[in-house]
């Protein structure tokens, strides 16, 4: 016995059928709204002559991002955030400290001609800004300083396309992000942190 694709989802499917590829021409910018978890890799490093392993954990924040075209389907991007906030714990002691950072990324992003779907990859600079440093538990009393740092970054992803102008994106981010510790002034040594970022956002392009 055949059977039938009810109309709401026969119209559904021919809508998305129909939608018009995202293009992305030289002079075109895009806008993005989203959010990313910032996941830290697991294993970041020893401070203290390899004394104290070191454990950062993960956050979650809105991001923004603009892209302007030099060419077609060839952009600059530049990614911003609301600061991400980690915890900061030594292997055995527990959590002794937090600090907050901004990540802004520079990347050149290549965006393939596919159709309704464009994967996209790209690479970059990353720097990082380290502030509002705490202490709590064993190291509570103590000023801890995290320095900032510059390093690659590469960018891969998705946009769906949704009508002309609009698009949705899911993508991961990696960056390489290692800052140098100190506590009360004295150098404790350089902590790797290292993250994969994972996001979703809406694309606009005007």
């Not at 991400?84 to 055995?92: K, L, N, Q, R, Y």
Request: aromatic share 10%.
């Amino acid at each position: 016995m055949s059977k039938q694709l009810p109309p709401l989802c026969a119209a559904l499917a021919l809508g998305t059928l129909a939608t018009p590829a995202l293009a992305q021409s030289a002079g075109d910018w895009t806008f993005g709204v989203g959010v990313h978890q910032v996941n830290p890799k697991s294993d970041n490093g020893s401070l203290a002559g390899n004394t104290l392993e070191v454990e950062v954990d993960d956050d979650i924040k809105p991001t923004i991002t603009a892209e302007y075209f030099i060419r077609d389907n060839l952009g600059i991007e530049v990614l911003a955030s609301w600061p991400f906030e980690h915890d900061i714990a030594i292997v055995g002691v527990g959590t002794v400290g937090s600090t907050k950072q901004l990540p802004p990324t520079v990347s050149l992003q290549y965006h393939f001609d596919a159709g309704r779907v464009r994967p996209f990859v790209g690479a970059g600079v990353n720097y990082t800004m380290f502030f509002s440093e705490d202490t709590r538990g064993a190291l509570e009393g103590t000023r801890l300083t995290l320095d900032d740092s510059w390093g690659l970054a590469a960018h891969a992803g998705l946009d769906f396309a949704i009508g002309e102008r609009g698009a949705v994106r899911v993508d991961v981010r990696w960056m390489d992000i290692d800052t140098d510790v100190e506590l009360d002034g004295a150098d404790l040594g350089t902590v790797q942190i290292d993250p994969l970022a994972y996001g979703v956002a809406y694309v606009f392009q005007f």
